[in-house]
């Protein structure tokens, strides 16, 4: 009886024990919709034409992992209607920041970890070993370049952030393009794809690596999902030379005069907004919607 009570009890306490961290591969083979799959060839030149960090990657618009089945839905966004799962349980996020980082590149993680849980009522712990869902936030070495999983995918799963080599920076230079990554990965998708962008930017299709033009559709119009006006301060906007031939030539370019594109320094007020909304974070009561308001105020130029 003493026996099984103590087998009973050691076997409790394997089941209860924190796991190990997975084993994180130097080369993972993310998610690309079949339709905008490249060769090898095209991955190539990504990387001869020395492309931002957020390009490189070669993903769907360069730094996003989906489905086949979330592009045929993408149009819609991460709606929670369409797809619940994909949501972050209790607006929790567990993670762990590589221990590969050296201590520099730890704090700028840290601190746009941090910044989300500053801002929002989004909760980003850090992993406790029991929970199934957890970002791995990890240097991989292929894909290269910044990228993330757009919303929850269930079990561990990669946001990778490059740290600065000989060519630059990458993804570590300051805070803003871990948020960038973090937001895709709370379900986010690019500014410049919403359905009216066209009011806002031109799009120079001549100046695209015509492979790549795939990357500046746009969604239609009965599936906006954020009331939101179009944000050219959004920290999610692509800058004006992402996949294009040559350095000097835009592929994208704002309407409105004296406006910047593809800032990764800080969420602007409507991406704050945005994320808020998206999480609940404005209905839970008066006092949160007050709260994120004002916090979100202050944000942006
Ligand atoms: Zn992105």
Not at 41 to 53: C, I, M
């Amino acid at each position: 009886m003493k026996t099984a009570l103590l087998l009973l009890v050691t076997l409790r306490a394997a089941l209860m024990a924190p796991r190990k961290l997975p084993h994180v591969p130097d080369v993972v083979f993310p998610p690309v919709p079949d339709d905008a799959r490249l060769s090898s060839e095209h991955l190539r030149l990504l990387l001869e034409t020395n492309q931002d960090p957020e390009v490189q990657p070669g993903l769907f618009q360069g730094d996003m992992a989906l489905t086949n089945e979330m592009y045929d839905f993408w149009r819609v966004g991460l709606r929670w209607d369409v797809m619940p799962e994909r949501m972050w349980q209790n607006s929790t996020v567990h993670y762990v920041i590589s221990p590969l980082y050296d201590t520099s590149e730890y704090v700028t993680i840290y601190n746009a970890i941090l910044t989300l849980n500053f801002l929002t009522c989004i909760k980003f712990v850090p992993w406790d070993g029991k929970a199934d869902d957890f970002l791995l936030i990890w240097p991989v070495k292929y894909p290269h370049g910044c990228w993330s999983y757009v919303g929850r995918f269930g079990g561990p799963q990669i946001v990778s952030l490059q740290p600065p080599d000989e060519q630059g920076p990458n993804c570590l230079g300051d805070e803003g393009r871990s948020i960038h990554e973090l937001l895709h990965a709370l379900g986010i998708f690019h500014e410049q794809s919403r359905a009216d962008r066209d009011n806002f930017v031109d799009i120079h299709p001549e100046n695209i690596i015509p492979e790549f033009q795939v990357n500046f559709n746009k969604e239609s119009l009965e599936n906006t999902t954020y009331s939101f006006e179009y944000d050219y301060g959004s920290i999610m906007h692509y800058g004006q030379y992402y996949f294009s031939k040559e350095k000097d030539r835009p592929t994208i370019t704002p309407k409105k005069k004296g406006v910047r594109l593809g800032q990764r320094r800080e969420m602007s007020k409507t991406d704050c907004l945005k994320i808020n909304a998206l999480y609940g974070c404005l209905d839970k009561s008066t006092y949160h919607r007050r709260k994120y308001y004002t916090l979100c105020k202050f944000m942006g130029l």
